[in-house]
């Protein structure tokens, strides 16, 4: 998955200028910044800064952390610096400096984590955030003839994507889409007055993180 993305950076932004998406887009761009008005955002997966830049202006702190150098050096360019902090980080074991945040944001994220490693995705991020935290997830909504084709389904319900990039070489790329009662399911026991909001293209979760007994 690095190395995908790692290889994408550079055409990763593309995804957005597919003309059938861009009135979900506007939509998504101008209600997001309202659910981080006023709190310390941790961004997870950040890639290319697209949905940061949304962020940071209206939050009081970012930090936002992806695996890959090459995108976080286009986000880097494109957020200004005093509004948010970049950093290399691993999504599955958060750096000590990502604590006690009072939100936290992915973008595109939650349809690459394996089914089986969800809980102790979440649990790690939760321990991130303050009592009362507001936890977003936005993601892909599969749609015939706009989305890449699932070339396969392993055991476990994982489904798979065969992407092609400019420079001709092919990847397999692990992307689940699950629906409103998988996500409710996934996060029970983490979330509380939890909303789904649905799109013609997009997904978004949003929950209120639930204290955690010791």
């Known amino acids: 998955m690095h190395d995908y993305y790692a290889a994408r950076a550079p055409e990763y932004d593309r995804i957005y200028l597919k003309p059938e998406r861009q009135a979900d887009l506007r939509r998504i761009e101008a209600w997001l910044p309202t659910l981080f008005a006023g709190r310390s955002v941790l961004e997870i997966a950040c890639g290319t800064g697209y949905w940061t830049r949304f962020i940071a202006p209206v939050a009081t702190r970012v930090l936002a952390i992806d695996a890959a150098p090459e995108t976080l050096q286009i986000a880097r360019g494109r957020v200004p610096g005093g509004e948010v902090e970049f950093a290399a980080g691993d999504a599955y074991a958060l750096a000590p400096q990502a604590q006690g945040f009072e939100a936290a944001f992915a973008g595109f994220w939650f349809s690459h984590v ?101």
């Open 114 to 214: 394996p089914k089986s490693r969800i809980p102790a995705f979440l649990a790690g991020l939760h321990a991130a955030l303050v009592p009362g935290a507001r936890v977003v997830f936005l993601d892909n909504l599969y749609v015939e003839g706009s989305s890449t084709p699932v070339s396969e389904r392993d055991a476990e319900g994982n489904t798979y994507q065969v992407r092609t990039l400019q420079d001709g070489s092919t990847h397999r790329v692990l992307k689940n889409f699950p629906d409103e009662a998988e996500l409710r399911a996934g996060t029970q026991g983490f979330a509380r007055e939890l909303r789904y909001h649905a799109w013609e293209y997009y997904w978004a979760l949003e929950y209120v993180a639930q204290a955690r007994a010791p």
